[in-house]
């Protein structure tokens, strides 16, 4: 015969179990007090607002005059970006990231606004982009030489690398070599036969030197659009 327990009685809560009535009273009347604080503010602000015209006056002053600083601020770098010019001492002078830092600046100097240096380890032969006012995107490799003309002049192996990846991989509408030394006679032949531009020494001077922007040096700046006919 089998023997049923009895069901297992529910133990009650303890006194430290069971919710406080007290705790939920003063939790009820401090709510109901801040509401009721919250309502009177409101009701105090509706009827005096013109109090808060001092500080909302000296708000928007002090907006204004942040406004009015950048302003002034943006048009200085314009201003000074227009006239930044490098002399080939200079530049000769710089280590090879702070010559791609000079080109990117010569790039914006020029009116590309978004030209950025992106060499490193694993640029793909792009150190800096950028796009020109005409909306065409310029990949340049830079190729500093501390010595100047009297550093390793820059031969074909290093437009391959340009010509493989300034096209297929980074869009490039126009791929240029920059370089403060010499490129070698088959690296020039080389870049005309696949449409790179170069920029040598003496380019180089005239467009860091001069207000001139570089498609202007490189002879590639589009002609004016042609009006259509009259009808």
């Not at 992106?118 to 909306?135: C, E, I, N």
């Not at 180089?204 to 498609?215: Q, V």
């Amino acid at each position: 015969m089998v023997t049923r327990r009895p069901p297992a009685r529910r133990r009650r809560p303890t006194r430290r179990q069971r919710p406080s009535d007290a705790a939920l009273c003063a939790i009820l009347a401090a709510a109901a007090a801040t509401i009721a604080l919250a309502t009177k503010a409101a009701v105090w602000l509706a009827a005096h607002g013109w109090v808060l015209l001092p500080g909302v006056a000296l708000a928007a002053a002090a907006g204004a005059g942040w406004v009015y600083r950048r302003r002034r601020q943006v048009q200085r770098q314009a201003l000074q970006a227009q006239e930044l010019r490098y002399a080939l001492p200079r530049l000769d002078a710089l280590h090879h990231s702070e010559f791609e830092h000079a080109v990117q600046a010569l790039l914006r100097r020029d009116g590309c606004r978004n030209a950025v240096r992106v060499g490193g380890s694993g640029d793909l032969g792009a150190d800096v982009t950028a796009t020109d006012p005409y909306g065409r995107r310029w990949v340049i490799q830079c190729k500093h030489r501390h010595h100047g003309d009297a550093g390793a002049p820059v031969g074909t192996r290093d437009l391959q690398i340009l010509n493989g990846t300034a096209r297929p991989v980074h869009r490039a509408d126009i791929a240029v070599l920059v370089t403060n030394g010499r490129i070698t006679a088959p690296a020039r032949t080389f870049a005309s036969q696949q449409r790179l531009h170069l920029v040598d020494r003496r380019l180089l001077a005239s467009w860091a030197s001069g207000p001139h922007p570089l498609w202007h040096h490189l002879g590639t700046t589009p002609p004016p659009p042609r009006h259509a006919p009259p009808p």
